[in-house]
């Protein structure tokens, strides 16, 4: 495999479940990061991870949890979510950590319908 | 803060039409700018990208031109095919970290 991979495609849960999302890169990149995308909204940064670590919160509801194991995987675990939160999900790296701009390499993203 | 303003669509073209899709930005600092694309059921991809005022970037016969004194990156293109039919994002990123800062999209449409 290469890229970066996202699973699931697709997921539907209602707003009392738990599931997460796993983002998995294979360019060995230094950060990752989280993207919403609502239509006709701008992509929203979520979550940015350099190295393992967060570096970036955009003041995310609670009820999203990132967790970054290793420098190649990425989650995204998901509570008591609301119907607003339905979304296509988008997960990026880069091969900078910081200082340096780059490009970013997507996933085809995770489409979370919220019940 | 930091943001990109581009033209809503969708837009719609015959195929061999001229394209032009709007962005403008503002920037505290000395962004770089790019192009992304996004195909039904694809991630985002990157198009093009320039890192400094007066560059050219282009790929896939698209050009877009980083200008600085009216702080914009429109993206153009002589003659669209059926294939370029897609969502594109306008996007920047400032120097002291990667935070990209992304338009709302352009969906464009092209007809045969």
């Known amino acids: 495999e290469t890229g970066v991979t996202q699973t699931p495609r697709h997921l539907v849960m209602g707003m009392t479940n738990k599931k997460s999302l796993k983002c998995e890169q294979h360019l060995g990149h230094n950060a990752m990061y989280w993207y919403k995308q609502s239509a006709k909204k701008p992509l929203e940064l979520m979550f940015v991870y350099s190295l393992e670590e967060r570096v970036e919160n955009n003041s995310v509801p609670s009820r999203f949890s990132p967790e970054c194991p290793n420098s190649s995987h990425l989650f995204l675990h998901l509570h008591t979510l609301q119907p607003e939160d339905s979304a296509l999900y988008l997960c990026?790296?880069?091969?900078?950590?910081?200082?340096?701009?780059?490009?970013?390499?997507f996933g085809e993203g995770s489409r979370l319908t919220v019940l | 803060g930091d943001s990109v303003t581009q033209m809503e669509g969708p837009v719609t073209l015959s195929e061999e039409a001229f394209l032009t899709i709007n962005c403008t930005y503002t920037a505290t600092g000395y962004p770089s700018l790019f192009w992304y694309v996004q195909y039904p059921g694809e991630g985002l991809q990157l198009l093009l990208k320039?890192?400094?005022?007066?560059d050219k970037g282009s790929n896939k016969g698209f050009e877009a031109t980083y200008r600085k004194e009216t702080t914009s990156f429109h993206l153009e293109k002589g003659s669209v095919q059926v294939s370029d039919s897609a969502v594109y994002f306008c996007a920047l990123s400032d120097r002291g970290f990667n935070k990209f800062y992304f338009g709302s999209g352009t969906k464009l449409n092209v007809k045969p």
């Open positions: 320039a890192t400094k005022a007066d």
């Open positions: 990026a790296s880069s091969r900078d950590s910081g200082g340096v701009t780059g490009e970013l390499f």
